[in-house]
């Protein structure tokens, strides 16, 4: 990891209290070097920033480290090496594309550090891992170049409530059908008690979160993606990221039984799992 102090000190400035982003970058930085993306799109610069194009850096350090250690294995490897060496999937690196960050924003909203943050990028050597789209996130998948499509992991953290129906309609498709991932922040609000049930208004998740969990459930056995939000209870605003995730087929919803795949996979016959 290499968000040593030079980098956190070169960031801080980009650090917006409003924004609520301060936990929302190390957990981007921490999926995008757990899922190692190669096509990244953010909608909204700011903070986050360089902590995404971080990450693609990287992975792709450890990458090249990780390939020489596959291709020329040591006749004597340290113990870590060793290690390093049975965990990694061969597979995985037959592909060399270079990782990219596509930002959009058309550096507009008052208040965010949006407008300094290309400066950030060049203090700290990333930027070779983004391009910089000045233009409203609407039309702008028309300036990304096919060839960066699909997109394997996508922040949106640019608007209102009612942004998040206009960028669905239109980049959802854009994102990676096979383990794709799509993060909005801010999801859940205060919601009034008609709305989120209970006798006092509640923090609860928002129209777009609800809808989209609505439309998982409705295709049951068939939802090809899945949702997970991740809520900082101590606030009332900017205190949400929700995740989707898209769904192969071989990552949906099997219809056997815990004991059933467990004599299958393993002929291990096994009692019923505990009911949660």
């Known amino acids: 990891m290499t968000l040593d102090m030079k980098f956190l000190q070169a960031v801080d400035p980009l650090l917006v209290p409003g924004m609520g982003t301060e936990n929302v970058a190390l957990l981007l930085y921490s999926l995008l070097r757990m899922t190692r993306p190669k096509n990244v799109l953010e909608v909204g610069m700011g903070y986050t920033s360089p902590f995404m194009a971080m990450a693609l850096f990287d992975n792709e350090v450890e990458t ?3 390939k020489a250690l596959l291709t020329n294995p040591q006749v004597e490897m340290s113990a870590d090496e060793a290690e390093r060496f049975g965990v990694l999937n061969p597979g995985y690196f037959t592909q060399t594309t270079t990782p990219t960050l596509h930002a959009i924003d058309d550096f507009s909203m008052q208040g965010s550090s949006s407008v300094t943050v290309l400066d950030t990028l060049k203090n700290l050597n990333l930027g070779d891992y983004i391009r910089v789209y000045d233009s409203d996130y609407r039309g702008s998948s028309q300036l990304i170049d096919r060839s960066c ?20 309609s239109e980049y959802w498709d854009l994102i990676n059908p096979d383990k794709g991932m799509l993060l909005l922040h801010f999801t859940h609000q205060i919601m009034p008690h008609t709305v989120a049930g209970g006798a006092v208004p509640s923090l609860a998740p928002g129209p777009v979160v609800n809808e989209i969990k609505r439309q998982q459930l409705a295709r049951g056995m068939d939802a090809n993606f899945e949702v997970l939000s991740l809520l900082e209870p101590h606030k009332q605003r900017q205190g949400s990221v929700t995740m989707i995730r898209r769904l192969p087929p071989s990552d949906k919803l099997r219809g056997n039984s815990y ?15 505990p009911k949660l």
């Open 64 to 66: 090249a480290t990780d």
């Open 149 to 168: 499509f699909p997109l394997d992991f996508v922040w949106f953290d640019c608007g209102s409530i009612r942004d998040y129906r206009h960028f669905i």
């Open 259 to 273: 004991e059933t795949e467990m004599e299958q996979a393993f002929q291990d016959p096994e009692k019923p799992f």
